[in-house]
């Protein structure tokens, strides 16, 4: 007798949350809602968490006021996907955001050492279908930034979308974010 092909739950945001606010999910379990499947989150080694802290302290200091550095924290992309990026830079006040996440960062890094991989084409299709139009990845294994601008469609990609424009900075260039009034921050800040 043949086995009828497995069928995969595909979750929507609105039934996640629900199961965030419930407690379905440990607090040492980081999951995240990646176009309609839970994904678990790999283990944060020391220098991934120092990149993150050291991401989130040169924005701090390269933003004008009006604009608040999220880290680590759920962002509500479309109804299959609240992914919790390292960092999120959006507009407003922490107060803005009490009742719901911040629908459309101005910029999303993710900082990759062993998901790199991930990072770079689920994730950037990902943010790329959801018009996110700067997304960078600091780059642990290369010891570089990459920056990826101008989403476009692309159906070999996994959500139907990804960057046209990738750049890769060295720790002796400095980057700016676009679409936020913010100072150009030394690549070597964002590397541990």
């Known amino acids: 007798m043949k086995q009828a092909p497995l069928t995969v739950r595909r979750w929507k945001r609105v039934e996640y949350e629900r199961l965030v606010d419930l407690g379905a999910f440990d607090d040492d379990e980081p999951v995240e809602l990646i176009g309609g ?15 993150v802290e050291m991401a989130g302290d040169a924005l701090r200091a390269a933003l004008p006021a009006g604009w608040i550095v999220r880290g680590q924290n759920p962002i509500s992309l479309d109804d299959e996907s609240a ?11 922490l ?12 910029l999303i890094i993710e900082v990759a050492e062993t998901s790199l991989r991930f990072d770079r084409i689920e994730k950037g299709s990902l943010y790329a279908r959801a018009g996110i139009a700067d ?3 600091v780059n642990l294994v290369d010891r570089v930034v990459e920056v990826y601008r101008d989403p476009d469609a692309d159906v070999t990609a996994p959500y139907g979308w990804r960057y046209m424009s990738v750049d890769r900075f060295s720790p002796s260039s400095s980057i700016a974010p676009i679409g936020v009034p913010a100072t150009p921050i030394p690549v070597a800040a964002l590397l541990p």
Do not use: F, M, N
Request: glycine share 10%; net charge negative.
């Open 135 to 137: 997304y960078w990845i």
């Open 83 to 93: 992914p919790e990026p390292d960092i999120a830079v959006v507009g407003g006040s």
């Open 37 to 51: 499947q839970l994904i678990v989150a790999e283990p944060k080694g020391s220098e991934h968490a120092t990149g």
């Open 95 to 106: 107060a803005d955001y009490r009742h719901a996440h911040p629908t459309r960062p101005a």
